[in-house]
């Protein structure tokens, strides 16, 4: 089986984004793996807010990464500077701190692309003490959590970002069993088709769910990495034409 590992090779003329070194959670484990080079516009980033809340998010700017850069870097710049802001009170409205995070990342994404851009997101905030997680999906491939009889999806809760200025999206929080983990995975992992393209069978998200649901002793890196060994098997090993991503949470026992 062919191993994966993060790729920090640039792309010509195109300025990184700064590095994601994900915080240490305790009582969980958090992690995310692609595969290859990036050449569109998977992102994602993970950053402590507070005592005891992380934030995390999985974002896929439409188009590809060289011309997108500046968007991804936007992205960046608005989740590290409004997370902390908005959410490192100990007595917020979780739920309210989240639409506004959301709003911000979408009118920065607006404004920076002068017009429309489409960018599926899905935003998550941890609370380490009560083992929940608040969050929102602007548009994009549901989350899949599972405890220790299901896996269930957490679907949109509103529209992609980068196209509505006045768009809000709904943030409900769920809770995270002991055991249970959260896995998002991007378009390029679900959409990924058998035999390089010779087929119209994709993976799709009911193969991640199997795969998930049979996973109950992985840390939050190896079921990353498991999940994009086996979309890379489907499709035969053939060359990406998408980027494939996955992050995950894990909660400890």
Same mark, same amino acid.
């Given at each position: 089986?062919?191993? +994966?590992?993060?790729?920090?090779?640039?792309? %010509?003329?195109?300025?990184? $984004?700064?590095?994601?070194?994900?915080?240490?959670? &305790?009582?969980?484990? +958090?992690?995310?793996?692609?595969? &290859?080079?990036?050449?569109?516009?998977? =992102?994602?980033?993970?950053?402590?807010?507070? %005592?005891?809340?992380?934030?995390?998010?999985?974002?896929?700017?439409?188009?590809?990464?060289?011309?997108? !850069?500046? $968007? $991804?870097?936007?992205?960046?710049?608005? =989740?590290?500077? !409004?997370?902390?802001?908005? =959410?490192?009170?100990?007595?917020?409205?979780? !739920?309210?701190?989240?639409?506004? #995070?959301?709003?911000?990342?979408?009118?920065?994404?607006?404004?920076?692309?002068?017009?429309?851009?489409? @960018?599926?997101?899905?935003?998550? @905030?941890?609370?380490?003490? =009560?083992?929940?997680? @608040?969050?929102?999906?602007?548009?994009?491939?549901?989350?899949?959590?599972?405890?220790?009889?299901?896996?269930?999806?957490?679907? %949109?809760?509103? +529209? %992609? #970002?980068? $196209?509505?200025?006045?768009?809000?999206?709904?943030?409900?929080?769920?809770? /995270?069993?002991?055991?249970?983990?959260?896995? /998002?995975?991007?378009?390029?992992?679900?959409?990924?088709?058998?035999?390089?393209?010779? !087929?119209?069978?994709?993976?799709? #998200?009911?193969?991640?769910?199997?795969?998930?649901?049979?996973?109950?002793?992985?840390?939050?890196?190896?079921? @990353?990495?498991?999940?994009?060994?086996?979309?890379?098997?489907?499709?035969?090993?053939?060359?990406?034409?998408?980027?494939?991503?996955?992050?995950?949470?894990?909660?400890?026992?």
């Amino acid at each position: 089986m062919r191993s +994966l590992f993060r790729s920090r090779a640039p792309e %010509p003329a195109v300025v990184e $984004l700064d590095p994601t070194a994900f915080p240490k959670i &305790g009582g969980a484990d +958090l992690a995310a793996v692609f595969v &290859g080079q990036r050449i569109a516009g998977d =992102f994602y980033d993970s950053i402590r807010v507070s %005592p005891e809340r992380v934030l995390f998010g999985l974002l896929d700017v439409a188009g590809r990464r060289a011309d997108n !850069s500046d $968007l $991804l870097r936007k992205a960046q710049e608005i =989740f590290r500077g !409004s997370g902390p802001e908005l =959410f490192s009170g100990e007595d917020i409205n979780e !739920s309210e701190a989240m639409t506004e #995070l959301s709003i911000r990342l979408n009118r920065g994404l607006i404004e920076t692309s002068h017009g429309v851009h489409s @960018c599926p997101a899905f935003i998550g @905030c941890y609370h380490e003490k =009560f083992g929940t997680l @608040c969050y929102t999906n602007a548009g994009h491939t549901p989350g899949l959590l599972r405890d220790n009889s299901s896996v269930s999806e957490l679907r %949109p809760t509103g +529209l %992609p #970002l980068g $196209l509505f200025s006045h768009a809000t999206l709904d943030a409900p929080t769920v809770a /995270l069993a002991k055991n249970a983990a959260l896995l /998002l995975v991007s378009r390029g992992v679900v959409e990924c088709t058998a035999r390089g393209g010779q !087929s119209n069978a994709e993976f799709g #998200l009911e193969g991640v769910k199997q795969l998930l649901a049979a996973d109950h002793q992985s840390s939050a890196q190896t079921l @990353c990495t498991s999940i994009l060994n086996a979309a890379d098997e489907f499709a035969c090993r053939t060359p990406l034409s998408d980027d494939r991503t996955a992050l995950a949470l894990v909660r400890g026992a």
